[in-house]
């Protein structure tokens, strides 16, 4: 099995592994990140998402053998003890149900309202669109994320 | 039959309510040198001043969690948040305690036990701090942890008194506070867990990790019911980290397993895996055809009855007027965001199993049978659950785990791809109404006929020949819901109900047996209303007169209180003001309403537009207006309000799942679609302030959704939609053109 060196949160990782073996089983099973979850295995959920040089993207669509070069950002390296503005809004808002998605949305939406001064409606429907959410948070979810770039925008 | 099938589901009259604190856990005050104070199995209290309080219920996303610690709290006089929440582990501490979470039953099942939890703890601790300052209890008072001596304000903490109270005698009957003294229950909450939540440090069962452990997937056969004719292991055990392949026989959908290093090495051995299938009994089973077999028994006249008053068939041959329709709802999957999984340890004598499940007590007393151990040997760690909506009531996906570890000898997580979950679980069952209704001629409603046709559910067999003999079968089994309990006042009504079960496997869903006979409830009453040319709330606020208590099997609908649900609907939708058509759509309003189980009052009014060129459907705004007795949690129910009509709402626009040639043809989220962020509308949620007892809402919402939308979609465009769901090819094209009273004519001609 061939070696890969990769950058996670802000950590070089040695994983020896298939080249063609997802990003998300990487995480999970060989580099205990667990918050990065499993929920649709071909990119259409959301669940999975994570930063690629801080651009959102699936991890379950990445195979090992690309991600060399890159730097990912998983939910346990977005923020020091979950101060990340969309952290604090979302649980300001209340936004979580039964959370298993809401990593991948939080993940998102970092990336949607990072280098912005406001964020919009339709910004929110476009981006937040390509996650699955059973619990039906869409609500609180499109609050929380313009309380976080309100909120971010001050610091 | 001792427990009505309602009840089994419900169970909210079981042994939760009503317990006897001490009685089921008597270690900690057995324990008399104990330092720390455990009055029962759901508080303990120890020295350093931390409080630990045990959720029985699992959580799913319902809030259950925040919901039990709020009431715990409330009587115990913590510091609300700051306490430790644990989760019960099946075992000794909870014998005789239920663990199961169904039938939107926590809150109802456990308010009275919660709260008495708590003031039992409270009493104890009162009564070791009299003790120590030798005053009456009554001159001690309980506060933020700690109880204060009313005359000199001394205070001793929880902590500081926890070996005593263990010393104290448990009360008998602890004294509840009054509601009006309430400081947690009642007042808006965030969740408990929230933070764990957002920062990717809780526990699902995926996430669930012990040393040496393997993981697994696996084959399953393409068709329901099928099962493992042969298979050839080489290929798959040459994939590097493929350790071993195991047929698994214990679940609904049989197969091989395989067992690797790692997740990605396991579904690589699946790939290479050769499997010959014995396709079984039902590789021909297609879901349309089904429907037609359901429609056609529709037509029966000579079923079950479950609710008979006056005589509807006389009243229906002397009507003015006649109306009937039919209602088809399809086959769904619950396809929560996690699939389903289940992490198994089996030892020579004992077995872990971590799992998220709405069923501990169950797996573990069906894994102890499978491994022939006694139950106390199997302990079921309930992780946290993404997404249960009745699924995780079934617990096949344990004993598959643990017929696989108990196969290799070692701890090993089997999960289901998102493929499997989708099409080899057990489903919401398809079903169909015929309804016909009877004006006189004034136009006032005199006749109902409801004919329900459905699953009983796999875990319930169809009548045996002699109980088919009794037309009463069902009558006191309160089925199904949604029919039997039709709250409005016809005078003459008869609703009967044909079980027709299908070889898919089937089981609740969210709001179980509702959706389906609510649709055509709520549907049907519409069409009556604009037969007889009134407004539909108006029509039902009539119906409902004179606001009296129905009595139906062991339930009593208020009627006064669904009416005051109308009535603030109506209020807060402005519905009034019609909505007015714009250049490209269509615009509408529909009313829909419920009641749950007795308890939940609820009515919904969506506001939908239809591009009047593309057709498509949008679902802009609900409002909804809820009395569901005492409130705990204002911000959680909410959020139920807002969770629920989002899952009403992805079965009404576009989720179903077909079958053909026995095998589910929907497999990803690519092909069963679900409303996601672009389609949520806004919704508002106004609570009825009501001081009745606390009735269950994780599923209340789901009902209303459909009808409310479809007869908004009708007041639109005047199409009415009679089968789930809308974006089906067979209810295009939608005509255009303002809502129209229709004669009689009009609704015979919809004869499938």
Not at chain 1, 2 to 27: G, I, T, Y
Not at chain 1, 37 to 42: L, T, W
Not at chain 2, 312 to 332: C, E, N, R, W
């Amino acid at each position: 099995m061939p070696v890969f060196r990769l950058v996670v949160n802000n950590v070089w990782h040695s994983v020896e592994a298939s080249p063609d073996m997802p990003l998300l089983w990487v995480l999970r099973d060989f580099l205990h990140f667990t918050g990065t979850k499993y929920g649709c295995g071909v990119g259409v959920c959301g669940a999975c998402t994570v930063h690629q040089d801080g651009i959102a993207v699936r991890s379950c669509q990445i195979p090992l053998a690309a991600t060399v070069g890159k730097r990912y950002t998983t939910i346990e390296g977005l923020s020091a003890g979950g101060n990340h503005p969309c952290q604090k809004a979302w649980i300001e808002e209340d936004v979580s149900q039964c959370g298993y998605c809401q990593v991948g949305m939080i993940m998102e939406a970092v990336a949607l309202i990072q280098h912005k001064r406001e964020v919009s409606d339709a910004e929110i429907d476009a981006e937040m669109s390509d996650h699955v959410c059973r619990c039906g948070t869409f609500q609180r979810l499109r609050r929380a994320i313009f309380r976080a770039a309100r909120e971010g925008n001050k610091t | 039959m001792s427990l009505t099938r309602r009840a089994f589901i419900k169970t909210s009259a079981l042994a939760a309510t009503g317990l006897v604190i001490g009685v089921e856990f008597s270690v900690g005050v057995a324990a008399e040198t104990a330092a720390v104070f455990e009055p029962n199995a759901y508080i303990s209290i120890t020295p350093d001043d931390v409080v630990r309080l045990w959720i029985t219920r699992s959580e799913m996303g319902q809030g259950v969690r925040t919901t039990l610690s709020m009431m715990l709290a409330e009587e115990l006089e913590v510091n609300w948040p700051s306490v430790h929440l644990e989760q019960a582990i099946t075992g000794m501490r909870f014998k005789g305690i239920r663990l199961r979470t169904s039938g939107s039953g926590s809150t109802v099942g456990t308010y009275n036990s919660m709260r008495t939890a708590g003031a039992t703890a409270r009493e104890m601790l009162i009564a070791a701090a009299a003790e120590k300052w030798h005053v009456q209890p009554s001159a001690c008072r309980a506060e933020k942890g700690a109880v204060v001596n009313k005359a000199t304000g001394r205070k001793l903490s929880y902590g500081q008194l926890a070996a005593a109270a263990s010393r104290q005698k448990v009360p008998a009957n602890p004294s509840l506070k009054s509601p009006k003294d309430f400081r947690v229950i009642g007042k808006p909450t965030r969740r408990v867990d929230s933070k764990a939540i957002v920062t990717g440090q809780a526990v699902y069962g995926l996430d669930a990790r012990v040393p040496d452990m393997l993981f697994a997937v696996m084959e399953r056969c393409p068709c329901i019911g099928g099962k493992v004719a042969s298979f050839d292991a080489s290929k798959a055990l040459a994939v590097a980290g493929v350790r071993h392949l195991v047929p698994i026989t214990s679940g609904i959908a049989t197969g091989v397993a395989v067992a690797a290093d790692h997740t990605w090495a396991a579904m690589k051995g699946r790939e290479a895996l050769k499997v010959e299938w014995d396709l079984g009994p039902n590789q021909n089973f297609d879901s349309d055809q089904f429907l037609q077999e359901e429609i056609e028994a529709s037509r029966s006249t000579d079923g079950y009855y479950v609710r008979d008053d006056g005589d509807a068939a006389k009243a229906l041959g002397a009507a003015a007027m006649i109306l009937d329709a039919v209602y088809i709802t399809p086959f769904q999957a619950h396809a929560p965001v996690e699939t389903m999984n289940c992490l198994a340890d089996v030892r020579k004598a004992s077995c872990e199993i971590w799992a998220p499940t709405q069923c501990p007590d169950e797996a573990r007393n069906e894994a102890a049978k499978m491994l022939g151990f006694p139950p106390e040997s199997v302990r079921v760690h309930v992780t946290l659950i993404g997404g249960g909506f009745g699924r995780r009531l079934f617990a096949d996906y344990v004993y598959e785990a643990v017929e696989l570890s108990r196969a290799i000898a070692k701890p090993v997580q089997l999960m289901w791809t998102r493929t499997e979950d989708m099409q080899c679980g057990y489903f919401h069952p398809c079903g169909v109404e015929r309804v016909a209704g009877g004006l006189d001629t004034e136009g006032k409603p005199i006749a109902w006929r409801q004919t329900s046709v459905g699953s009983n559910l796999s875990m319930y067999p169809l009548p045996t020949e002699a109980q088919r003999k009794n037309p009463r079968f069902y009558f006191d089994d309160e089925m199904p819901w949604g029919s039997f309990d039709n709250p409005y006042n016809f005078p003459h009504l008869k609703a009967d109900y044909f079980p027709v079960n299908s070889p898919i496997p089937t089981g609740p869903w969210r709001a179980v047996f509702y959706p389906s006979r609510v649709f055509a409830r709520e549907s049907f009453l519409d069409e009556m209303a604009h037969a007889a040319r009134q407004d539909p709330i108006e029509f039902r606020l009539r119906l409902l007169q004179p606001g009296d208590i129905l009595r139906v099997g062991n339930q009593k609908i208020d009627r006064g209180r669904l009416i005051r649900v109308l009535q603030v609907v109506a209020e807060q939708s402005n519905w009034k003001n019609p909505l007015r058509g714009t250049k490209d759509r269509l615009w509408g309003r529909g009313i829909a309403c419920n009641v749950y189980d007795e308890d939940c009052y609820i009515a919904q009014v969506a506001e939908v537009s239809v591009g009047r060129e593309t057709h498509d459907v949008r679902v802009h705004r609900i409002v909804c207006s809820v009395d569901c007795g005492l409130v705990v949690n204002p911000l959680g129910l909410e959020g139920q309000v807002e969770s629920g009509i989002i899952w009403g709402l992805s079965a009404t626009i576009s989720g179903k799942i077909d079958f053909k040639k026995g095998s589910a043809v929907q497999s990803n989220f690519t092909d069963f679609e679900v409303i996601r962020t672009k389609e949520a509308p806004a919704i508002e949620t106004h609570i009825v302030a009501s001081d009745h007892p606390p009735g269950g809402f994780g599923e209340t919402a789901v009902p209303p959704v459909a009808p409310a939308v479809t007869n908004a979609i009708f007041a639109a465009t005047g199409v009415r939609i009679r089968r789930l769901p809308v974006n089906l090819a067979s209810n295009r094209p939608l005509a255009t053109g303002p809502a129209q009273s229709h004669s009689t004519d009009n609704f015979r001609n919809i004869d499938l």
